[in-house]
């Protein structure tokens, strides 16, 4: 049974350019989110996705869009990349969207290591 | 400001030691969420603990949950090497959604 599988591991861009990542739920998961890990520091909620639609957005702006497949795996895309786009992007996958129950529990892929130049 | 404050943010101590981390918020959170991450890999969910007061042991390690739901500790027995990396709580408030702290660095010297 696959585990929540990202693509690429790692990426370098240069400022301005534009980035697609990609994710793959574990099997029988139906909800992906995604978040941005800087450095030295805890896991930030980026968006959400159940049901081909953003269901929960955090504090990023406009230039983090996404997408959800029928087959539920999932794109990030950012444009305009900033230098300060450089971090971990993680993409996790639950039963269901988070806040439903109090014990749903998500899995997180490895990440992609972003670098913006 | 960060909803979830943990302590100490970095750690080092010696095989054999003991450790305690902490998490606390001025809100209430309806179950908090312990992982750990290691270098190059997304964060691994360790624990959840969801009523008040609760206590939750995994082998060396022992969960505990605030009886006011707004705090919770990780403390870690005779602290191995393999005990290394970054220790995360989550938790989800009230009508909101998954949010991290910012992690405590654990080294584990031999």
């Known amino acids: 049974d696959a585990g929540v599988t990202q693509s690429p591991t790692h990426l370098i861009k240069t400022r301005g350019q534009q980035v697609t990542l990609r994710c793959s739920p574990k099997s029988g998961h139906d909800t992906v989110s995604w978040y941005q890990q800087a450095l030295g520091q805890g896991p930030q909620f980026i968006f959400q996705y159940y049901e081909e639609e953003e269901r929960q957005r955090g504090n990023f702006p406009d230039r983090f869009s996404g997408h959800q497949f029928p087959n539920y795996s999932s794109e990030l895309n950012v444009n305009a990349l900033l230098l300060g786009d450089s971090a971990l992007y993680l993409c996790a996958s639950s039963l269901r969207p988070l806040g439903k129950t109090s014990t749903d529990t998500q899995y997180f892929g490895p990440g992609t290591r972003l670098t913006v130049l | 400001t960060q909803l979830l404050e943990q302590s100490p943010q970095f750690l080092s101590i010696q095989e054999g030691e003991n450790l305690t981390v902490y998490c606390n918020s001025s809100s209430v959170f309806s179950s908090l969420q312990w992982y750990r991450q290691e270098p190059g890999e997304g964060p691994v969910l360790l624990v959840t603990v969801v009523t008040g007061g609760e206590v939750k042991k995994l082998k060396r390690l022992t969960f505990q949950f605030g009886d006011a739901r707004k705090d919770s500790s990780l403390h870690i027995t005779a602290a191995q090497p393999g005990d290394t990396g970054l220790y995360l709580c989550?938790?989800?408030?009230?009508?909101?959604?998954?949010?991290f702290g910012e992690g405590t660095q654990l080294t584990v010297n031999p």
């Open positions: 989550a938790g989800v408030p009230s009508g909101s959604r998954l949010t």
